[in-house]
C-alpha cells in the first residue's frame, strides 16, 4: 500500500502538468539524474524496450510522448527487406560519386519511396500500444547533395513523366530534384498522419502528432530540404517542436562585411521563423533550447553564454508558450566537456550550470503569461521567407552561401533592436495573417513563390496600406526555371514580374504608390549590401525615406507578466538601456537580486521583476521543481524535487525572516534574507527524491 500511495503522491506532483508546458526527449529509462520534473518526457525510439520505458517515466508523474527519427533510425527491417520481402537499399539517399549519405554504420538518410511511411507506421503503433499521448517524427532531412539514387530516380520519373536530370547538371534539374525532394517527406509524413487520425477515430482517442524540425533559415543554410510550412497544412499535423539551438544558431552569417557567429540573432529569426509558420493555422509550437550542444569540443563558459542567447531569443516569441527544455539530458548531466580555461581537461557539468539550468527550466512553466509589453524599437516590420529557399542550395549556382539573401534584409533592423520577425511566404494567403504587418522587406533571390496566389494576397496586402520594399537585381539564374510564371498564358522573365504586374506597376525603380500603400524597389542585391560595409545604411534609409521609419532601441526588451526578458542589441549608437527596480537574476544560480541592471551590448538578460511584498510568503523561483505548497502569514511549506547531484535553490518572497528553516526534518543554516529586497534565499543539496522545505517565519516586531 505504501508504494501505491508514494506512486499517486509522484502522478499528482503538479496539476499543472496537464498543460504540458515543459518536455525533454529521452531514450532512456527513468534516472534520478536526469529527473528534470519536466511536464512530458517524450521517449525516444521504437525498440522492445519502449513498452518498459514508457512505464518507467509514467510512475514518476511525467506525461508521456514518443518521439523517432522520419529520415533516418534503426530501419534496417524495412532497409533489407524484413518488413514486407522487398529490399529497399536503392532508398538510400546518394550523392553524386556514388556514396550514400549516412548516421554511423548502415542507419542511412532515405529518400522514402511510397512505402516507407507505412513502414513508420509500425512503429508509431508500437508507441500507441504502450499508451504514449502524442507522437513526434522528427527532422524530415533530404541532404541537397543526395539526389543520385535509383530509387530516387525512379520516384523523379513518375513524379515528373520525364526521365530524371542529375540535379547539378542545371538549375532548372536542381530546382526540380529540390520539389521531390520536399514532396517524398510530405508524402511519407502523411501516411503516418492517416494512419493516426484512423485511430483515433476508431478508438475515440486524441493522439497528437508533431514534427520536431530545424527552421527553414536553418535547412536552407545547411543545403537541407524538407517540407516545413506545407506541413501545417496537412490534416493530422498538430504541430511542430523548433529545434534551434547553439548548433543551429552560431553558423555565421554576415553583417556590415563582417562574417561571424550571431547566436543570438539566428536564433530570434529561427524561432520566429517556426511562429510564423502556425501563426492563424491554430497549429502548436514548441520551442527547444540545449544546454549544449552536437560538437563536443566547446567548454562549458561557452555552452552557457550561447545557451542564455538562444533561451532569451525564445522567450522573445511572447505567443509561444511551451517548451522543450533540453533534448538530451543524459549527455548534459552525466558527460564531460572541455573545462573553461583548460580545454585539455574535460569535466562534468560545473554545479553553477546545473543549477541555473534548473531555474530557467522550471521558470519556462509560467511563461503562458496574459499581459505583455514591449520596450523596443518599430514593431511590424517583416521580412519575407519561403520554403523554396531550400531548393536553390546545390550546384549548379547555388544561391549565396552565407543566406544573404535574407539576412541581409534581416541583420540591419534585428541590429538596431526593431524586432523584425520572418513571414512566410506561403501563408500570405491565410485569412488576417499579414494584418499586424505594417511593412515587408522582400527578395526573390534566393527563393522563389510556388505559387501564383500568393502575389494575389500581397497585392491586395499592399493596396489595403502595407509597404513593401522590394530588393532585388533581377540577377538570380533560378528565375529561368520552369514555374507558373513562364508557363501557359504567362510569359514572365522573373516571379517579380508577375508580382509587379498583378500590383498594377512598371519596372521602374523607387517608391510607386499602390492603393492606400506602395511599393520601393531597390534594385540591389540583399547579399551584395551585407558584404558592404554601409550596405544596412543604404537599406535603413530607403525606408526612412519613404516615411517607413524605423524607429531604434539599445535593446530588445519584453515584459512577460512578472519576467522580464531583454538583449542588448551591438547595431546602434545608442546608449545601453537601463531597467529600473530590483529584479531576481534567473540566469544566476544564486538568484541574485539586481538593482537597475544595464543592458550592455551583448547582454541577454532573463529577469523575474520584484513587485509588491504579498502578506504571506511566496515561491519566487527554484533550481528544482516545487510543489504541494502551502503558505501562510507565519510560515511556508513545499516539496521539492530535482536533479540528483545537482545543487538546489528556492528563493521566497517574505515580509521577514525566518526563525526557522528545515529541509527533510533537519534544521538547516544555509539560508540568507535581505531585508531590503524581502527575499529569503534557502540553498540544499541535490537529491535523489522530494525533500520537504517548513519555514517558521520569526515574530512580528512589536510597533513603538
Given amino acids: 500500500m505504501l508504494g501505491a500511495a508514494i506512486l499517486l503522491l509522484l502522478a499528482d506532483w503538479e496539476p499543472g502538468q496537464a498543460l504540458e508546458r515543459t518536455a525533454f526527449q529521452t531514450a532512456d529509462p527513468y534516472s534520478a539524474r536526469v529527473n528534470t520534473r519536466a511536464d512530458v518526457a517524450i521517449v525516444y525510439g521504437f525498440d522492445r524496450d519502449l513498452p518498459s520505458r514508457v512505464k518507467s517515466w509514467k510512475d514518476r508523474g511525467y506525461r508521456v510522448h514518443f518521439?523517432?527519427?522520419?529520415?533516418?533510425?534503426?530501419?534496417?527491417?524495412?532497409?533489407?527487406?524484413?518488413?514486407?520481402?522487398?529490399?529497399?537499399?536503392?532508398?538510400?539517399?546518394?550523392?553524386?560519386?556514388?556514396?550514400?549519405?549516412?548516421?554511423?554504420?548502415?542507419?542511412?538518410?532515405?529518400?522514402?519511396?511510397?512505402?516507407?511511411?507505412?513502414?513508420?507506421?509500425?512503429?508509431?503503433?508500437?508507441?500507441?500500444?504502450?499508451?504514449?499521448?502524442?507522437?513526434?517524427?522528427?527532422?524530415?532531412?533530404?541532404?541537397?547533395?543526395?539526389?543520385?539514387?535509383?530509387g530516387f530516380k525512379r520516384e523523379w520519373e513518375a513524379y515528373y513523366h520525364e526521365p530524371w536530370q542529375a540535379p547539378d547538371s542545371s538549375p532548372d534539374a536542381r530546382w526540380r530534384a529540390s520539389k521531390l525532394m520536399y514532396f517524398l517527406y510530405r508524402r511519407a509524413l502523411g501516411h503516418v498522419f492517416d494512419y493516426v487520425k484512423a485511430y483515433d477515430a476508431a478508438h475515440h482517442a486524441n493522439?497528437?502528432?508533431?514534427?520536431?524540425?530545424?527552421?527553414?533559415?536553418?535547412?536552407?543554410?545547411?543545403?537541407?530540404?524538407?517540407?516545413?510550412?506545407?506541413?501545417?497544412?496537412?490534416?493530422?499535423?498538430?504541430?511542430?517542436?523548433?529545434?534551434?539551438?547553439?548548433?543551429?544558431?552560431?553558423?555565421?552569417?554576415v553583417f556590415r562585411g563582417i562574417t561571424r557567429e550571431r547566436t543570438f540573432d539566428t536564433a530570434f529569426l529561427e524561432y520566429g521563423a517556426m511562429q510564423n509558420i502556425v501563426r492563424a493555422t491554430g497549429r502548436r509550437v514548441w520551442y527547444l533550447a540545449d544546454p549544449i550542444e552536437d560538437d563536443p569540443n566547446h567548454d562549458w563558459g561557452d555552452y552557457r553564454r550561447n545557451y542564455e542567447a538562444c533561451v532569451t531569443a525564445s522567450l522573445l516569441q511572447p505567443e509561444v508558450w511551451r517548451y522543450e527544455v533540453v533534448p538530451w539530458p543524459n549527455r548534459v548531466f552525466y558527460d564531460k566537456y572541455p573545462a573553461v580555461g583548460n580545454p585539455k581537461q574535460r569535466v562534468g557539468i560545473p554545479a553553477e550550470y546545473g543549477s541555473e539550468l534548473q531555474i530557467v527550466f522550471n521558470a519556462l512553466k509560467d511563461m503562458n503569461q496574459p499581459h505583455v509589453s514591449w520596450d523596443s524599437g518599430t514593431r511590424g516590420i517583416g521580412v519575407v521567407i519561403g520554403d523554396s529557399l531550400m531548393f536553390q542550395r546545390g550546384n549548379p549556382s547555388a544561391s549565396d552561401g552565407d543566406m544573404s539573401h535574407i539576412y541581409g534584409l534581416a541583420l540591419p533592423l534585428l541590429e538596431r533592436g526593431i524586432p523584425i520577425e520572418p513571414v512566410q511566404l506561403e501563408s500570405v494567403v491565410l485569412p488576417g495573417y499579414l494584418n499586424h504587418v505594417r511593412t515587408l522587406l522582400m527578395t526573390y533571390e534566393g527563393m522563389k513563390p510556388l505559387s501564383p496566389e500568393v502575389h494575389d494576397a500581397l497585392a491586395k496586402w499592399v493596396r489595403g496600406g502595407g509597404r513593401l520594399f522590394f530588393v532585388d537585381d533581377d540577377g538570380d539564374p533560378y528565375n529561368a526555371v520552369r514555374e507558373w510564371w513562364n508557363t501557359g498564358a504567362l510569359s514572365y522573365k522573373s516571379p517579380r514580374q508577375d508580382l509587379f504586374a498583378r500590383l498594377g506597376l512598371t519596372g521602374r525603380e523607387g517608391v510607386q504608390p499602390v492603393g492606400s500603400g506602395f511599393v520601393d524597389w531597390i534594385r540591389q542585391s540583399p547579399s551584395a549590401l551585407a558584404r558592404d560595409r554601409f550596405g544596412d545604411e543604404t537599406l535603413v534609409r530607403a525606408l526612412r525615406n519613404a516615411g517607413a521609419g524605423p524607429e531604434e532601441r539599445s535593446a530588445i526588451v519584453l515584459?512577460?507578466?512578472?519576467?522580464?526578458?531583454?538583449?542588448?542589441?551591438?547595431?546602434?549608437?545608442?546608449?545601453?538601456?537601463?531597467?529600473?527596480?530590483?529584479?531576481?537574476n534567473l540566469f544566476d544560480a544564486s538568484l541574485a537580486v539586481d538593482i537597475d541592471p544595464v543592458i550592455q551590448p551583448g547582454a541577454h538578460r532573463f529577469l523575474l521583476r520584484l513587485g509588491g511584498v504579498p502578506v504571506k510568503p511566496a515561491l519566487l523561483a527554484s533550481a528544482g521543481s516545487v510543489a504541494r505548497v502551502i503558505s501562510s502569514r507565519d510560515a511556508w511549506t513545499g516539496v521539492i524535487e530535482g536533479i540528483q547531484d545537482i545543487p538546489a535553490i528556492v528563493a521566497l518572497r517574505s515580509l521577514r525572516p525566518p526563525s526557522s528553516v528545515m529541509v527533510a526534518g533537519v534544521a538547516t543554516e544555509a539560508w540568507t534574507y535581505d531585508e531590503s529586497s524581502k527575499v529569503l534565499w534557502i540553498r540544499l543539496a541535490g537529491s535523489s527524491g522530494s525533500q520537504r522545505i517548513n519555514v517558521s517565519l520569526a515574530p512580528k516586531p512589536k510597533s513603538g
Fill in 559 to 584: 515584459y512577460r507578466g512578472p519576467y522580464v526578458i531583454a538583449a542588448g542589441m551591438e547595431g546602434t549608437h545608442l546608449p545601453p538601456t537601463t531597467l529600473r527596480g530590483r529584479y531576481l
Fill in 67 to 150: 518521439m523517432t527519427g522520419v529520415a533516418w533510425g534503426n530501419y534496417q527491417d524495412y532497409l533489407y527487406g524484413r518488413w514486407d520481402g522487398v529490399n529497399h537499399e536503392d532508398e538510400v539517399q546518394t550523392q553524386l560519386d556514388g556514396a550514400k549519405i549516412g548516421h554511423g554504420g548502415d542507419v542511412y538518410y532515405m529518400s522514402p519511396g511510397a512505402t516507407y511511411g507505412k513502414y513508420l507506421c509500425v512503429g508509431v503503433k508500437k508507441a500507441i500500444d504502450a499508451g504514449v499521448d502524442a507522437i513526434h517524427l522528427e527532422e524530415p532531412e533530404f541532404w541537397a547533395r543526395g539526389g543520385y539514387a535509383p
Fill in 207 to 253: 493522439i497528437r502528432c508533431y514534427v520536431p524540425t530545424h527552421s527553414l533559415l536553418n535547412y536552407a543554410h545547411w543545403h537541407i530540404v524538407s517540407p516545413e510550412s506545407s506541413l501545417a497544412r496537412i490534416e493530422g499535423c498538430d504541430g511542430y517542436i523548433a529545434q534551434v539551438w547553439t548548433g543551429t544558431a552560431r553558423t555565421p552569417n
